[in-house]
């Protein structure tokens, strides 16, 4: 049942998080005046103050929730929405009876207003307006519109987007920010019902000023839940749809779209200027992208000019088009060179993209790394082409590089596919063996000397270099576990070795940890045959260790 609600415990306690969730658990019986309605439930909940809740069901985020509470005035899923959600589950055939009881209502106000006067109505409308200053303000925008002030329209919108009132201290925190949201959301209603009534050309000239006071408010706003970036949406649908109804002028109106798009504003708007082809006409849509050309020349290197050139390539299927703009300003490290050979592939264009794969090689710089993936792309293309040398010599370079135990794999994969890697392991183990003589370490710890033997399988090798160098204790793990059956006596001083600190820790993840190598020195104790020396030492960790009562769950479990 509770899937007919929309939400499940588990949902509430993901919202709130423990501590909250925990807390509204004792916070049902608090629950009073619950009200259902098509995809919200409100009630008051009493705590330190009587707060005002709403559960939001059918949200585009699926469950949400308001409180007016101080944690959730911050924007959190308090405790009291836990309560109210928890009541709510608690007995979940009621809220379809409920709901079914408000769609009733709606029905039964909606039959009575019907039947009311005009002049009871109007009576009923100026009392409220009377009482309610947000609704007198959306009524006072509707009235200005339907008879044609723009001034005033103009106006009210301004007043509808200024951050002032809901900035305490000179700047919309996140609390106040949905409110914020709310009240310019009416001013993109007011702009809509302009084109409704007739009067598109100034919901253009509107939309246009509303996107550039909008941006110019998110900076003082902590818009975290992206408010601001639906309403820009909103407005710029507001734009493309009384544009669609009033048909300006193409030339103007293709100015403002390309001038529109490198701006700032677009952030907010994400305006694709595709969708205004049915607006500009084959003319207008020719005059974009002449001056999207333009700005491009001008600034190749400018992100809004490149991703309108690619944008309008693309549509086109012009690929040389969007090839020549990326090849404008290409990336050191071949990776532009590799989106290119990408983009030729998708359009039978395979020698091509071979060539611009093989340019990223040649042309980046020697201080400069190439990009993996760009070889990796390459060694493929050579591979399937049976260009095994070429992809040896590829991975070669890669490794000199950058001696990584990635990189040993990958000239591993591709010589042995070549038939010489015996040749190659000898090249690649001299300057391995250089690095460890000389203390360097992977990023992760210890010789890549040490990682790139136990990956060959060349145990003994391995141990031998793990001797003579600083190598990490995750190394001698590995070795340890991998040279067991041969070396038990080695491999169960390793395991001592790394026990030793990890008696004196706590944690669960120290306590499994510690019980994998109990298990270890079991196994070397019995290829030894010398299970006394184990059950005495066990013995005696357990002692020492009583007081740990989950290390002594862990190794009852496991039969140490």
């Given amino acids: 049942m509770a899937q007919d609600l929309g939400f499940d415990e588990d949902d509430l306690r993901a919202l709130a998080g423990p501590r909250s969730f925990g807390r509204g658990q004792n916070y049902p019986a608090a629950v009073t005046a619950v009200e259902v309605g098509d995809g919200w439930i409100t009630a008051t909940v009493h705590g330190t103050d009587a707060y005002q809740v709403e559960l939001a069901l059918d949200g585009p985020d699926g469950l949400a929730g308001e409180c007016d509470c101080p944690y959730g005035m911050e924007g959190n899923f308090c405790k009291h929405l836990v309560a109210l959600g928890l009541t709510v589950l608690a007995e979940p055939e009621a809220v379809p009876r409920q709901r079914g009881r408000a769609r009733t209502r709606a029905q039964e106000l909606d039959a009575w207003l019907a039947a009311l006067s005009r002049d009871e109505l109007l009576a009923l409308v100026r009392e409220q307006v009377a009482g309610d200053r947000q609704l007198a303000r959306r009524l006072e925008l509707r009235a200005a519109s339907a008879r044609g002030d723009l001034a005033e329209v103009r106006a009210r919108i301004r007043e509808l987007l200024d951050t002032a009132p809901f900035a305490r201290y000179g700047y919309v925190e996140y609390a106040d920010t949905h409110a914020y949201g709310e009240q310019a959301s009416q001013a993109?209603?007011?702009?809509?019902?302009?084109?409704?009534?007739?009067?598109?050309?100034?919901?253009?000239?509107?939309?246009?000023?509303?996107?550039?006071?909008?941006?110019?408010?998110?900076?003082?706003?902590?818009?975290?839940?992206?408010?601001?970036?639906?309403?820009?949406?909103?407005?710029?649908?507001?734009?493309?749809?009384?544009?669609?109804?009033?048909?300006?002028?193409?030339?103007?109106?293709?100015?403002?779209?390309?001038?529109?798009?490198?701006?700032?504003?677009?952030?907010?708007?994400?305006?694709?200027?595709?969708?205004?082809?049915?607006?500009?006409?084959?003319?207008?849509?020719?005059?974009?992208?002449?001056?999207?050309?333009?700005?491009?020349?001008?600034?190749?290197?400018?992100?809004?000019?490149?991703?309108?050139?690619?944008?309008?390539?693309?549509?086109?299927?012009?690929?040389?088009?969007?090839?020549?703009?990326?090849?404008?300003?290409?990336?050191?490290?071949?990776?532009?060179?590799?989106?290119?050979?990408?983009?030729?592939?998708?359009?039978?264009?395979?020698?091509?993209?071979?060539?611009?794969?093989?340019?990223?090689?040649?042309?980046?710089?020697?201080?400069?790394?190439?990009?993996?993936?760009?070889?990796?792309?390459?060694?493929?293309?050579?591979?399937?082409?049976?260009?095994?040398?070429?992809?040896?010599?590829?991975?070669?370079?890669?490794?000199?590089?950058?001696?990584?135990?990635?990189?040993?794999?990958?000239?591993?994969?591709?010589?042995?596919?070549?038939?010489?890697?015996?040749?190659?392991?000898?090249?690649?183990?001299?300057?391995?063996?250089?690095?460890?003589?000389?203390?360097?370490?992977?990023?992760?710890?210890?010789?890549?000397?040490?990682?790139?033997?136990?990956?060959?399988?060349?145990?003994?090798?391995?141990?031998?270099?793990?001797?003579?160098?600083?190598?990490?204790?995750?190394?001698?793990?590995?070795?340890?576990?991998?040279?067991?059956?041969?070396?038990?006596?080695?491999?169960?001083?390793?395991?001592?070795?790394?026990?030793?600190?990890?008696?004196?820790?706590?944690?669960?993840?120290?306590?499994?940890?510690?019980t994998g190598l109990l298990l270890s020195m079991r196994d070397c104790h019995h290829r030894l045959g010398t299970e006394d020396e184990f059950t005495a030492y066990l013995a005696a960790l357990r002692a020492g260790q009583k007081r740990k009562r989950n290390l002594m769950r862990l190794l009852d479990q496991h039969g140490l």
């Fill in 188 to 514: 993109v209603s007011a702009i809509a019902a302009l084109t409704a009534a007739g009067r598109a050309a100034d919901a253009i000239s509107l939309s246009r000023e509303a996107m550039r006071l909008l941006s110019d408010a998110q900076d003082a706003i902590d818009d975290s839940d992206g408010h601001l970036g639906r309403i820009g949406a909103a407005l710029a649908e507001a734009h493309l749809g009384a544009c669609r109804a009033a048909r300006p002028d193409s030339d103007e109106t293709a100015r403002w779209l390309v001038g529109h798009l490198l701006s700032d504003l677009d952030d907010l708007t994400g305006i694709d200027p595709l969708d205004y082809e049915d607006v500009l006409g084959a003319q207008g849509m020719l005059r974009v992208r002449e001056l999207t050309a333009a700005a491009w020349r001008r600034n190749r290197t400018g992100w809004g000019e490149k991703y309108l050139m690619e944008r309008l390539a693309k549509a086109e299927g012009d690929v040389d088009g969007w090839v020549a703009v990326h090849a404008a300003v290409p990336a050191p490290d071949g990776s532009t060179h590799l989106s290119v050979a990408r983009e030729l592939d998708t359009v039978g264009r395979a020698d091509e993209a071979l060539r611009w794969a093989e340019r990223g090689i040649e042309e980046t710089p020697d201080d400069v790394t190439s990009d993996i993936a760009l070889i990796d792309y390459l060694c493929d293309r050579y591979t399937r082409a049976d260009r095994l040398l070429d992809a040896v010599a590829l991975r070669r370079a890669q490794f000199a590089a950058r001696r990584s135990l990635a990189a040993y794999q990958q000239l591993r994969t591709a010589a042995r596919a070549a038939g010489c890697w015996q040749a190659e392991r000898e090249q690649a183990l001299v300057p391995l063996r250089a690095d460890a003589g000389q203390r360097q370490q992977s990023w992760y710890g210890g010789p890549v000397l040490v990682d790139a033997l136990l990956d060959d399988g060349d145990v003994d090798a391995a141990w031998r270099a793990a001797a003579e160098t600083r190598a990490h204790d995750r190394q001698w793990l590995a070795l340890a576990d991998r040279a067991r059956a041969v070396r038990p006596a080695d491999a169960l001083g390793v395991y001592l070795r790394l026990a030793g600190p990890l008696m004196k820790q706590t944690g669960n993840a120290v306590y499994e940890q510690l």
